[in-house]
């Protein structure tokens, strides 16, 4: 349920969050978890200056995807702030947004607090992202992460090249490289190809996906 008034908008019921809304994230996604579409309560103020700011407030928010757990998180608060400029062909959205949850000391599913700072340049048919994000788990280490994205899409063909940094408290440093293109032969036929590299630990290395898809 949402209802838009002069003094803002208020939501009720399983939407994103502010901080998904406002904020996103291009690059790579944020923690699962965090901000998904669970039963909250979501108020935006009206532009204010050109920022719009928004609050949400989940009082037990799910695990991942729909398999709730009420015991690993309660009470999650979330808020965000975001700025958009147009300069001649430019846009430039600069945003920022924070969390905070009360999370078992076990719990590996939901940070117990984050925040992310980002901009983004959009210009014709491209796309540039970049954020600087930091996570502290229920343990109470800290995980910090850059990340980047290009995109590009014009008729027929999508192209986004994505790549993160992440660097542990404790631990060392690992990279993540995304790599997507989408081809539509016809308006039914599509092929695709992506490139997965994973250079921390444990991963699977380089993957690399080839497929098509038709619609009927």
Avoid: C
């Amino acid at each position: 349920m949402a209802v838009d008034v002069s003094w803002g908008e208020l939501e009720i019921g399983q939407a994103d969050s502010a901080r998904n809304r406002l904020v996103g994230a291009a690059a790579l996604p944020p923690a699962a978890g965090a901000g998904s579409r669970t039963a909250k309560l979501t108020y935006y103020t009206p532009p204010l200056r050109g920022f719009e700011l928004g609050a949400s407030y989940t009082p037990m928010p799910r695990g991942v995807g729909d398999m709730p757990d009420p015991r690993e998180a309660m009470h999650l608060v979330e808020a965000a702030v975001r700025k958009t400029i147009l300069m001649g062909g430019v846009s430039t959205r600069l945003s920022a947004g924070t969390s905070r949850a009360r999370v078992r000391g076990d719990s590996r599913r939901l940070p117990r607090q984050s925040w992310i700072v980002g901009t983004q340049f959009a210009w014709q048919s491209v796309t540039l992202d970049g954020d600087l994000r930091q996570q502290q788990e229920a343990d109470g280490l800290s995980v910090r992460s850059v990340n980047a994205a290009l995109a590009y899409g014009r008729g027929d063909m999508s192209l986004s090249l994505r790549a993160r940094r992440t660097l542990p408290e404790n631990g060392a440093a690992s990279d993540h490289y995304l790599a997507d293109l989408a081809y539509h032969i016809t308006p039914r036929w599509q092929v695709m190809a992506d490139t997965n590299i994973d250079t921390g630990a444990g991963s699977m290395g380089t993957v690399v996906k080839v497929g098509t898809r038709l619609v009927f």
